[in-house]
């Protein structure tokens, strides 16, 4: 479990494509486990930054105390502004203060995990001659980062302290290349502020983007925002939330790179085909999710009934119902908390741009461990979980959409299993076609049959709720109501 962390934590640092993709074509090469292990054992991490990695994870942790007197996370006292603008208090990995104030409390503790060991008291502990090593720092900067002086430059936390108007406060010394303790820790309490580039920024000032359609006759309204116009050189965030009864479809230089937040979409149709940095899906329902390659995570949370296509470096979900997942993906997924009723599925679509886009963010069609999740959570020996989807219930998945680009096919095809049913069933189709050829219908009886025909399949739409995808992709009326954000 633990090699697992390091290389879910060398997937999120690791940027740089072209080594992604000559590390998939190595581990793709690999004959057996052996020589599997052997190639992973050449990944390396920071240790420091990579105990930092370790060390947030408590950020979802779960207080007992806490909860015996009603006071469980988050507290009623800190809600914070939600996607719907109201007070929202389910879920920490959203709120901006919460992170500040987890790292406020828990600053000197991380301060000490970095310190070396004869930085430390006989009994573990710093004194106020204890000196943070310029490594620390660099690890410090996984997690911080600031401006000088409210400026619009981004740079990372090593970068600041190094700054020569800083060393009175922060207590650096030229001489041992370290900083003091006490000074150091009380200079980043009195700095630290929420993430100005973060969601609740981007909600409050964030670029709105009219790209979905306001349902009549629903009192729900799309908000779908960027932070553009206030983070330009971070990487972009872009938020929907409350997308309903429609097809959503966008390929935009505003997506490219960008993380992506999708909240409470019901009952809709989402196509997002950029290369993209990294994606959550949170509390969303009967929805078909078509995403872009995603050069990091996808994390699903708390969603009933959807179907996430994608291709994706790491995918995630939790507290999930009746999901379906079509994807190909160099890692195994991992099963958190929660689900269940999950399937999996290969990936099976295309449209003409995706290989191009899956170079982009160095994503290769192997290794592909899209059949092979991994349990983490309490009900790890409980594999009823999730199911492989079976070959009889696969069909393909058309992207109906005309774009340029070189892309004609599934990259990587798909399993024997899977093309095999997909094979049997068009030639099933392919017999009936003869048959009613040859059956030598009149042409009243040609007429007839058609209409037989159609209104069966008029039935099939509507009891499959395909009908409403086909409405939705038919263009809305000039003039018509558009959201705003």
């Given at each position: 479990y633990s090699h697992d962390k390091a290389a879910l934590f060398h997937s999120l640092i690791w940027r740089d494509p072209p080594r992604r993709l000559e590390w998939a074509e190595a581990e793709a090469a690999c004959a057996n486990a052996d020589e599997l292990e052997r190639e992973r054992s050449k990944l390396s991490?920071?240790?420091?930054?990579?105990?930092?990695?370790?060390?947030?994870?408590?950020?979802?942790?779960?207080?007992?105390?806490?909860?015996?007197?009603?006071?469980?996370?988050?507290?009623?006292?800190?809600?914070?502004?939600?996607?719907?603008?109201?007070?929202?208090?389910?879920?920490?990995?959203?709120?901006?203060?919460?992170?500040?104030?987890?790292?406020?409390?828990?600053?000197?503790?991380?301060?000490?995990?970095?310190?070396?060991?004869?930085?430390?008291?006989?009994?573990?502990?710093?004194?106020?001659?204890?000196?943070v090593s310029y490594e620390a720092v660099c690890a410090l900067s996984f997690l911080i980062e600031g401006t000088v002086n409210k400026s619009r430059t981004v740079r990372p936390l090593h970068d600041l302290a190094l700054w020569q108007p800083c060393h009175g406060q922060n207590g650096y010394s030229k001489v041992s290349r370290a900083f003091s303790f006490p000074k150091l820790e009380s200079w980043l309490r009195s700095c630290l502020t929420t993430n100005p580039f973060g969601m609740t920024a981007c909600l409050k000032s964030g670029k709105k983007l009219a790209w979905a359609q306001q349902v009549e006759g629903t009192t729900r309204r799309a908000k779908i925002a960027c932070n553009s116009r206030v983070a330009p050189e971070v990487f972009p965030m872009v938020i929907m939330s409350q997308v309903y009864k429609q097809t959503l479809a966008k390929s935009s230089d505003t997506l490219v790179g960008a993380h992506v937040?999708?909240?409470?979409?019901?009952?809709?149709?989402?196509?997002?085909?950029?290369?993209?940095?990294?994606?959550?899906?949170?509390?969303?329902?009967?929805?078909?999710?078509?995403?872009?390659?995603?050069?990091?995570?996808?994390?699903?949370?708390?969603?009933?009934?959807?179907?996430?296509?994608?291709?994706?470096?790491?995918?995630?979900?939790?507290?999930?119902?009746?999901?379906?997942?079509?994807?190909?993906?160099?890692?195994?997924?991992?099963?958190?908390?929660?689900?269940?009723?999950?399937?999996?599925?290969?990936?099976?679509?295309?449209?003409?741009?995706?290989?191009?886009?899956?170079?982009?963010?160095?994503?290769?069609?192997?290794?592909?461990?899209?059949?092979?999740?991994?349990?983490?959570?309490?009900e790890s020996s409980d594999t009823s979980v999730f199911r492989l989807l079976p070959p009889s219930d696969f069909y393909t998945f058309v992207i109906p959409f005309e774009m340029e680009g070189d892309t004609t096919e599934t990259p990587g095809g798909l399993p024997h299993a899977y093309q095999k049913a997909l094979s049997q069933r068009e030639r099933k189709v392919q017999i009936w076609q003869k048959t009613v050829k040859e059956a030598g219908l009149t042409k009243d009886q040609r007429k007839q049959f058609q209409i037989l025909v159609e209104n069966k399949f008029y039935e099939w739409l509507v009891q499959t709720g395909n009908r409403q995808q086909l409405d939705s992709l038919v263009p809305p009326a000039v003039g018509s109501k558009q959201a705003a954000g």
């Amino acid at each position: 479990y633990s090699h697992d962390k390091a290389a879910l934590f060398h997937s999120l640092i690791w940027r740089d494509p072209p080594r992604r993709l000559e590390w998939a074509e190595a581990e793709a090469a690999c004959a057996n486990a052996d020589e599997l292990e052997r190639e992973r054992s050449k990944l390396s991490v920071d240790t420091l930054q990579f105990l930092l990695f370790l060390y947030v994870q408590q950020v979802n942790k779960v207080s007992l105390r806490r909860s015996l007197i009603g006071e469980e996370w988050p507290s009623p006292r800190t809600k914070s502004p939600s996607l719907t603008g109201k007070s929202a208090s389910e879920n920490k990995n959203w709120n901006d203060q919460d992170h500040r104030a987890f790292v406020q409390s828990h600053l000197s503790d991380m301060l000490e995990l970095l310190l070396e060991p004869e930085q430390l008291t006989a009994s573990s502990h710093p004194t106020h001659r204890s000196l943070v090593s310029y490594e620390a720092v660099c690890a410090l900067s996984f997690l911080i980062e600031g401006t000088v002086n409210k400026s619009r430059t981004v740079r990372p936390l090593h970068d600041l302290a190094l700054w020569q108007p800083c060393h009175g406060q922060n207590g650096y010394s030229k001489v041992s290349r370290a900083f003091s303790f006490p000074k150091l820790e009380s200079w980043l309490r009195s700095c630290l502020t929420t993430n100005p580039f973060g969601m609740t920024a981007c909600l409050k000032s964030g670029k709105k983007l009219a790209w979905a359609q306001q349902v009549e006759g629903t009192t729900r309204r799309a908000k779908i925002a960027c932070n553009s116009r206030v983070a330009p050189e971070v990487f972009p965030m872009v938020i929907m939330s409350q997308v309903y009864k429609q097809t959503l479809a966008k390929s935009s230089d505003t997506l490219v790179g960008a993380h992506v937040r999708i909240h409470r979409c019901n009952e809709s149709f989402i196509y997002l085909l950029s290369p993209l940095r990294s994606v959550t899906i949170e509390k969303c329902r009967n929805s078909t999710f078509v995403l872009g390659p995603v050069q990091a995570s996808v994390h699903v949370h708390s969603c009933d009934n959807i179907k996430v296509i994608v291709v994706c470096h790491c995918l995630s979900l939790s507290s999930t119902a009746g999901c379906t997942f079509y994807i190909l993906t160099p890692t195994q997924p991992l099963i958190l908390s929660g689900n269940e009723a999950v399937s999996f599925a290969p990936f099976h679509t295309h449209y003409p741009m995706l290989e191009d886009h899956m170079a982009q963010v160095g994503l290769a069609t192997l290794p592909n461990y899209w059949d092979s999740p991994m349990l983490v959570c309490k009900e790890s020996s409980d594999t009823s979980v999730f199911r492989l989807l079976p070959p009889s219930d696969f069909y393909t998945f058309v992207i109906p959409f005309e774009m340029e680009g070189d892309t004609t096919e599934t990259p990587g095809g798909l399993p024997h299993a899977y093309q095999k049913a997909l094979s049997q069933r068009e030639r099933k189709v392919q017999i009936w076609q003869k048959t009613v050829k040859e059956a030598g219908l009149t042409k009243d009886q040609r007429k007839q049959f058609q209409i037989l025909v159609e209104n069966k399949f008029y039935e099939w739409l509507v009891q499959t709720g395909n009908r409403q995808q086909l409405d939705s992709l038919v263009p809305p009326a000039v003039g018509s109501k558009q959201a705003a954000g």
